[in-house]
């Protein structure tokens, strides 16, 4: 089995971030990639610039100034969107999105955490351990298997997912459910681009409902995703930020004061 991992947004530039992920066996995934591949051929979408194939971008697909999404009408855009969503859930077991609201994350977490490689990264490590915990509770895997992570080759998340993704699996007792990780660019794998397309929804609905209060109905293309209950969406709420930071700094008061009872031994 395999799980694609893509993030949508930047703290320093999004009021709401997150990251999904999707999960299936290879064989699916495999079939998956060459009917997501004809889809795009058969829409004429954007053409990736350095790689020079056809690839699926969620921000572009959303931007009224990219081309050629710009210049569609709107038919064009719903079938692509409604090919894609298809395809996707033809394919997966199962499929995750956690966001959070930025301005919660920056007034209680950021404070308390120690350096800026920390702050800057700290949201991501957050969710991924959000969607580890569901895949790990509601993914069956068969037995002597685990499931192969696949992360978008962000250079700024990249290092943390990879450190993080391992400190996981050790502290959760997860390395019967997640084997091999890698990281690599969404253009060469389909994989990432349908994570990319779920994390850009999910964040969209937690702005629309939490920020805009409800303005908007839920996307169509979100609707459509999770029509079959494959997907969970959800967000931490600034409630959900407290009570992690509570359990947090009791562990690393428990922590420092056994550092210092041994340093006293000493």
């Known amino acids: 089995m395999i799980a694609y991992f893509d993030e949508s947004g930047k703290p320093e530039d999004k009021p709401v971030v997150s990251l999904a992920a999707f999960v299936a066996t290879d064989l699916k995934w495999r079939r998956f990639e060459v009917r997501w591949m004809a889809a795009?051929?058969?829409?004429?979408?954007?053409?990736?610039k350095t790689a020079n194939i056809p690839w699926f971008h969620m921000t572009d697909?959303?931007?009224?100034?990219?081309k050629p999404y710009g210049q569609w009408?709107?038919?064009?855009?719903?079938?692509?969107?409604?090919?894609?969503a298809g395809i996707t859930k033809d394919a997966i077991t199962f499929g995750t999105v956690h966001s959070l609201v930025v301005s919660d994350w920056n007034e209680i977490i950021v404070p308390r955490l120690e350096n800026k490689y920390k702050q800057k990264r700290g949201w991501y490590?957050?969710?991924?351990?959000?969607?580890?915990?569901?895949?790990?509770?509601?993914?069956?895997?068969?037995?002597?298997?685990?499931?192969?992570?696949?992360?978008?080759?962000?250079?700024e998340i990249a290092g943390a997912?990879?450190?993080?993704?391992?400190?996981?699996?050790?502290s959760k007792n997860w390395s019967q459910i997640f084997g091999s990780s890698t990281y690599d660019s969404s253009p060469f794998f389909?994989?990432?681009q349908a994570a990319d397309m779920l994390a850009f929804e999910g964040r969209r609905a937690v702005k629309n409902k939490v920020l805009d209060k409800g303005e908007r109905p839920i996307s169509k293309l979100l609707e459509n995703l999770s029509s079959?209950?494959?997907?969970?969406?959800?967000?931490y709420t600034r409630e959900d930020l407290l009570k992690f930071h509570d359990k947090w700094m009791a562990v690393k008061q428990y922590r420092e004061a056994l550092e210092a009872s041994d340093g006293n031994r000493a």
């Open 40 to 48: 795009l051929r058969t829409y004429k979408a954007a053409i990736h």
């Open 61 to 66: 697909y959303e931007s009224p100034n990219a």
């Open 73 to 84: 009408s709107k038919s064009t855009r719903i079938g692509l969107a409604s090919s894609l």
């Open 125 to 155: 490590i957050f969710l991924l351990q959000g969607l580890m915990e569901d895949i790990a509770n509601f993914v069956h895997i068969p037995p002597h298997e685990t499931i192969a992570c696949v992360f978008d080759e962000n250079k």
């Open 161 to 170: 997912a990879k450190l993080h993704y391992a400190a996981l699996k050790s």
């Open 190 to 192: 389909p994989g990432l």
């Open 228 to 235: 079959r209950k494959q997907i969970t969406v959800g967000r």
